[in-house]
Every structure is written in C-alpha cells, then in structure tokens.
C-alpha cells in the first residue's frame, strides 16, 4: 500500500508542478504584453510632431485660400492623381515634391520638378528642412508649413 501511496503523491506533485509551470508562464506573458503596452504609450507622447500645410495662395489650382493640408509621414506633392496632395496647377510638374519627416524633423525634397521648388523664395537643391512659417512654392501655388504638437 505504501507504493500506491508514492505513486498517487507523484502524480499530484506533478499536477501542481504543471499548474505551477502554466500559471508562470501566463504571468510571464502578462507581463510581457503590458512592456509592449508600455513601450508603444510612450512612443506615442514621444511622436513627432505632425504638421500642415496651410494655402496663401492658390494660385490657378481649385485649392482654397487658407485650406490646411494634413501631412503624412512621406506626403507627395504634384499634378499627378498618384500624389498624397493632388495640386492642379499648370506649373506643377506630376510628382514635383516629398514633405518628409526624418528622425523628428520635416523636410522637403525637389523630386526634379521642371519650375523647381522653392523655400521662402529660394529654390532648393535636394533637401531642405523646413521650420514653423516656412513657405514652400511649387508653381503658382504657395503654402505655408505649420508644424503641430499633437
């Protein structure tokens, strides 16, 4: 009799031991998904800002004056309907610009438009980072880049 005894005390110890083993684990899991909670609030009040592009003028295109223009995190300009930010007017080339955000910052990059691209008036080569009240020209269209806080 003391075998069956053993026997029945083994397979309780191994009962526990599992439930033991399964409750670790879920508790492992629990704390895992609550890091990556965590970790995606944080990255989230840490976002960079968003911003806008606001019109000044409009130009010959059908955009309004004083329409604002939410940005994405690659946002691209032109007369083509392929762009993030369709502008029909006649002196903007198809794909003539990109507003990008990079490491927190936004810039703005000529796409090799035909009339260029201009930045408070200057035609920029390449990139060129943009700041609060910067005016960006593409054609007859000139928009005003408004960073927000979010």
Not at 4 to 23: F, G, H, M, P, T
Request: proline share 4%; no cysteine.
């Amino acid at each position: 009799m003391p075998l069956e005894l053993s026997d029945e005390v083994a397979v309780l110890l191994l009962r526990v031991a599992i439930v033991a083993l399964l409750y670790v684990f879920l508790f492992s899991l629990v704390r895992l998904t609550q890091r990556e909670l965590r970790g995606q609030a944080g990255a989230r009040r840490m976002a960079p800002t968003q911003g806008r592009l606001v019109v000044i003028d409009r130009g010959a295109s059908s955009k309004s004056l004083g329409q604002a223009i939410p940005l994405e995190p690659v946002t691209r300009l032109g007369r083509s309907d392929e762009n993030t930010v369709v502008l029909d007017d006649d002196f903007v080339s198809s794909q003539h610009a990109m507003v990008v955000l990079k490491d927190g910052r936004w810039w703005v990059r000529d796409e090799g438009s035909t009339n260029g691209t201009l930045v408070n008036g200057s035609r920029i080569r390449g990139e060129a980072p943009l700041e609060a009240g910067d005016e960006l020209q593409l054609g007859q269209i000139r928009l005003r880049f408004v960073p927000q806080e979010h």
